[in-house]
């Protein structure tokens, strides 16, 4: 498994992964229902974005996952991860994806602190956050986009040890 910048090329996979009904609503969102051309034209300038980093994680030559780094302040930033296709859920690449992340922010980057927040009902998420040495550090509502209920959100952090 390895973390690589996004390439054009990868615009229909990642489309196809966020019109997908069960990650949207580990998310709290609707399934994307833009045209493909106007994700192209989102996704192209999101990822070229200065203040977030955006990668794809890629296993057997193939692209399963994106993750990003975003929100940065305060000495840290922000996490976000999905695994797309259902086939490679469960696999160890999201734990993966998030201790390289870790270090990455850690270490390339200097930040002390990595955040990051799921759903009270995604407990692959919140696993894989306690499985990469994360804690929880509080919880409060959200109203969902997908169906307009109310959540429950976990908020998780990581400190650079030290700090």
């Known amino acids: 498994m390895l973390l690589r910048p996004p390439r054009p090329s990868d615009v229909e996979v990642v489309y196809e992964w966020d019109r997908d009904p069960e990650l949207a609503a580990w998310n709290g969102r609707p399934p ?17 974005e200065p203040g977030v980093r955006t990668f794809i994680i890629e296993a057997g030559g193939e692209p399963v996952g994106m993750a990003t780094l975003y929100d940065f302040r305060n000495g840290g930033c922000d996490l976000g991860i999905k695994i797309g296709p259902k086939t490679e859920r469960g696999k160890g690449y999201a734990s993966e994806a998030v201790r390289l992340l870790v270090e990455y922010a850690f270490n390339e980057l200097g930040l002390r602190v990595v955040r990051g927040s799921t759903l009270a009902h995604n407990h692959r998420m919140q696993r894989v956050f306690e499985k990469c040495g994360f804690r929880e550090v509080g919880d409060g509502a959200l109203i969902s986009r997908f169906d307009n209920r109310r959540y429950t959100e976990l908020f998780y952090e990581r400190r650079r040890e030290g700090t």
Do not use: G, P, V
């Not at 994307?32 to 070229?48: C, G, H, P, V």
């Open 32 to 48: 994307l229902s833009i045209s493909l051309e106007a994700a192209r034209r989102d996704y192209l300038a999101r990822w070229r």
